[in-house]
């Protein structure tokens, strides 16, 4: 889940949904995340979701300091 409801009809997102919105990691790095977590056979804990979440966001920084630097 990408964000929640607050009840008055609103969306608001959640600070993981936002930071894949804001570093561009696809709408589809929080469904592999949502799909690691929940599945039945080799599920990922929360601190392997957090080191790869985490490292992919630094993936996208360091790539996104490249094109600015050339």
């Not at 990408?2 to 570093?23: M, N």
């Not at 804990?45 to 996104?64: P, Y």
Request: proline share 0%; glycine share 8%.
């Amino acid at each position: 889940m990408v964000s929640s409801g607050t009840g008055d009809g609103s969306r608001r997102r959640t600070k993981v949904a936002a930071l894949i919105h804001e570093y561009e990691l696809g709408e589809s790095f929080g469904e592999r995340l949502e799909t690691l977590w929940t599945q039945t056979e080799n599920r990922r804990s929360l601190r392997e979701l957090a080191d790869l979440f985490n490292k992919e966001l630094l993936a996208s920084t360091l790539v996104s300091a490249r094109r600015i630097d050339r």
